[in-house]
């Protein structure tokens, strides 16, 4: 036998213990974790509860933290939506608090975070006084951004049907040295026209002509779909109220109304999905699967009388 | 001739201690002078002072008090610097480099450029017997070759004053043989060398004046010859085809008998006991004389008298033991 | 070259057989693994993330190389002696100090400017890459000059912080020199702080003190410009100028000091 050979057989027990070793470590590890149920997933825990203290620590480096807890928002919103679990959105708030802390200057975590926190669930928490509070403070970091002030008074309008409060923000908006003309006449058009359905459609398609941001171009023509389905369940409601008239049998399906020659196909949303109609009390929604869900509830002396 | 190194009244004084600092006197008022083209030894037992003082003559340490000058020019100049060679006690270079590269950027250093550069440096390490490895990094040479690349930066200016702590400290016989030759040659060109050793067989072989350090002080020095010559304390005897009975007769009046071979002694004769008369008492004896030659003192004889005398105390406000009046001195000029 | 630029050029050299710049192996793998999960998490924000990452991470880097280097630069030497053999050839200790100092900063600025190529190289791939409509979103260009202004201030941040890990340097252990260096390096950012605090405490003398302390002690925040870049915010030449001036002549007085200090020691 060589000696190199020799050298390796003397080193074998060295290497059957380290193998040993480290197959027990494991092995406990493996026995223990079935007995204990894991730690809360690393989403519930902040690291650092305050933005302030976090920026403290940061020294020069807050930029590139900023962008972390940016991405743990995203990943926070996203993964909450897409989840099985409750839909429970308590970091969002202050996952966003500490990116703007860390950079106050972060235009898109103040924007996208307002609509974040004001959609209303399942979609959000349904928090529009937080995102106001939240593109308020973006306004102290930068106080020539008009968008922001354009932005809360979306979240007024849209979220809280707050006409007035709408108003005096697109107007203040319009006051700021660069802000484009359009704007005040959205103002106008609130306070006119607040909470009426062509009033929103028009504040929307001005949004999404004037944004070249893509994010927030998707998510106003959402809004513009969601209006178009409130005109359509209209018309449709029209249309299931003159097929009641005629007393059919329950359960109401389209099929039914097809065949009665009312509708020439399933009713379909501008997503495609098909709207739902009630068996019994033939009321016409969107369908379950909806990407438009949840429809934005209109104030009843808004809503245009269906026509008769 | 005029001095290549001169020191007047050179005083270092260090604080020891954390809690309660204290003065402590590493080198006491020397004075002496290193005349030019000769080879000098600083002597002493460790800690005597000796790297205290070559590091004031090369300006890693400033003096409390004194002064000194090398090649006539005050300590620190820099023009001096560029015909002086100083090879520090156990170097460490930059282990990075290969000798060639260190030796090449000292050389630059003394403002050499170009094809000589590269020419001198090749020169510096044949003088020190350091072929093929000069391609290699420093951290894989062994100490021996590490001092011998020191004695080649050393050497590398053409330098008139070459600088050595313990030039021969981690080499081997033959490194020891090598490096005396060397410090021979380098006097025989005219230069001057100051080392400083505590091994003082290589001060007897290589210097021609000597001053001996101990505790801080200069405690003797001058010319090596005018030291030692001073006493013969004895003979010593060789003689061979005796047995060693008849040798044993010789036990009341030799100091020592020693049996170096088969029918071979050698007999140490006190002073008081010519070899003469012993001589004719073993030639009756049918032995033949080999060799006879006187002891004398040896440095180190004179080195351990005076040495123990002058070690005690160096803190300040201690007694000093005295020191033996006939060979004592310190505040006195040595040359 | 003169003697401080023969220093300079050994210094580099060493930091060069150190391995030190294969920090820049780590720093281009980083940025361009970095570059391909952007796009997925961030919700169309791949410059700026880019910018960011690259802007920080050329100031960590640097600053653990000069801290590192800095202090062995000196106090390494000392400690193991090699500085009997040099300190004795013709040159005087600020030469020394001067020669090694200019050597880390060589050695600084190569980096730098390695990691300024790769950062333009990544975000060239990205302009060319990304559809107009998410390019439109962008504050900035992706190729935008202004980052050339916060790296500017960045290398005159770590010329600061060199020099004050050789004034430590000259005087303590490795080790030590090192702990002060970065405790004054993350003082220097918390610095602005000391300014206004006689809006905050009561105390008149120590608001005093604090303003003096805040002159006294290197104020790193305003080197960094690296937010401000990144969303387009103006950076005046005026301020460059100005901030660069005080790193100039901070470190003028420190490698001073170094050079007294170091001047008057003696190497037992």
Known sequence: ?308 | MKAAVETADLTKDFTVGFWRPRPFRALDRLTLDVPAGEVFGLLGPNGAGKTTTLKLLMQLVYPSSGSARLLGRPVGDIDARRRIGYLPENPYFYDYLTADELLGYFARLFGHRGPGCAKRVGDALDQVGIGSERRLQLRKFSKGMLQRVGLAQALLNDPELVVLDEPMSGLDPIGRHEVRALILRLRDEGRTVLFSSHILSDAETLCRRVAILAGGRLVAGGRLSDLTELRIRGWEVVVGDVDEAAVRRFETVATRIDAIAERRFTLELPLGHPPERVLGDLLALGGHLLSVQPLRETLEDYFVEHVRAATGSRFAGRDRPAVNADSSTSGRKVG | ?268
């Open chain 1, 1 to 308: 036998m060589s000696t190199a050979r020799r050298a390796g057989l003397r080193l074998a027990p060295a290497w059957i213990l380290i193998v040993a070793s480290f197959a027990a470590a494991v092995g406990a590890q493996v026995w223990r974790d079935r007995q204990t149920p894991p730690p809360a997933p690393i989403e519930r825990v902040l690291y650092l509860p305050d933005g302030g203290v976090v920026e403290r620590l940061a020294l020069s480096f807050d930029a590139i933290l900023a962008d972390v807890y940016w991405v743990r928002t995203v990943l926070h919103f996203g993964g909450v939506r897409r989840g099985d679990g409750p839909k429970r959105y308590e970091l969002l708030q202050p996952l966003l608090d500490i990116t703007t802390t860390l950079d106050p200057l972060f235009t898109v975590a103040y924007r996208y975070g307002a609509i974040f926190l004001a959609e209303p669930p399942p979609g959000g928490p349904g928090r529009p006084d937080d995102a106001i509070a939240l593109l308020e403070k973006g306004l102290e970091a930068s106080p020539g951004r008009w968008r922001y002030l354009q932005d809360i008074g979306f979240v007024k309008y849209w979220w809280k049907r707050d006409y007035e409060g709408a108003a005096r923000a697109f107007k203040q908006a319009s006051d700021v040295e660069g802000a484009p003309w359009w704007l005040s006449s959205m103002a106008a058009v609130t306070l006119a026209e607040g909470g009426d359905r062509r009033a929103s459609r028009r504040l929307w398609l001005s949004l999404l002509e004037n944004t070249e941001d893509d994010w927030l171009k998707q998510d106003a023509v959402r809004r513009l779909r969601q209006l178009d389905a409130l005109d359509q369940i209209d018309q449709l409601e029209e249309i299931v109220a003159q097929y009641l008239a005629t007393s059919p049998p329950t359960p109401y399906t389209w099929e039914d109304l097809i065949a009665a020659g009312a509708l020439r196909a399933i009713p379909r949303d501008p997503d495609g999905v098909p709207y739902y109609l009630g068996p019994y009390t033939g009321r016409v929604d969107l369908g379950d699967e909806s990407r438009l869900q949840p429809l934005p509830v209109e104030p009843l002396e808004a809503r245009p009388m269906p026509s008769t």
């Open chain 3, 1 to 268: 070259m003169g003697t401080i630029g023969l220093i300079a050029v050994n210094a580099f050299r060493e930091s060069v057989r150190d391995k030190v710049l294969y920090n820049l192996v780590f720093f281009a793998t980083l940025l361009i693994v970095a570059s391909y999960l952007v796009g997925q998490l961030t919700a169309g924000q791949e410059a700026k993330i880019i910018k960011d990452l690259g802007l920080a991470a050329a100031s960590l880097f640097g600053l653990l190389i000069a801290v590192f280097i800095g202090i062995g630069l000196v106090s390494k030497e000392v400690e193991r002696r090699s500085v009997y053999s040099v300190l004795t050839k013709p040159m005087s200790r600020t030469q020394f100090l001067l020669g090694k100092y200019a050597g880390l900063a060589l050695t600084l600025v190569v980096n730098l400017t390695v990691m300024t190529i790769a950062i333009y190289g990544v975000l060239a791939w990205m302009e060319w890459s990304s559809p107009a409509n998410i390019k439109a979103a962008w504050e900035a260009p992706a190729l935008d000059p202004a980052l050339l202004k916060a790296i500017l201030l960045i290398a005159m941040e770590l010329l600061l912080v060199v020099a004050v890990a050789l004034l430590f340097s000259t005087f303590s252990s490795p080790l030590l020199a090192a702990s002060l260096t970065l405790g004054l390096y993350i003082v220097g950012h918390f610095n602005a702080d000391l300014r206004n605090l006689e809006a905050v405490v009561d105390a008149p003398v120590l608001a005093a003190v604090a303003k003096g302390v805040y002159y006294a002690l290197p104020n790193l925040a305003p080197f960094d410009v690296k937010a401000q870049v990144v969303h387009a915010q103006p950076v005046t030449l005026t301020y460059v100028t100005l901030t660069s001036l005080y790193a100039v002549g901070y470190i003028g007085a420190l490698l001073a000091l170094a050079s007294v200090i170091f001047g008057r020691r003696d190497f037992k």
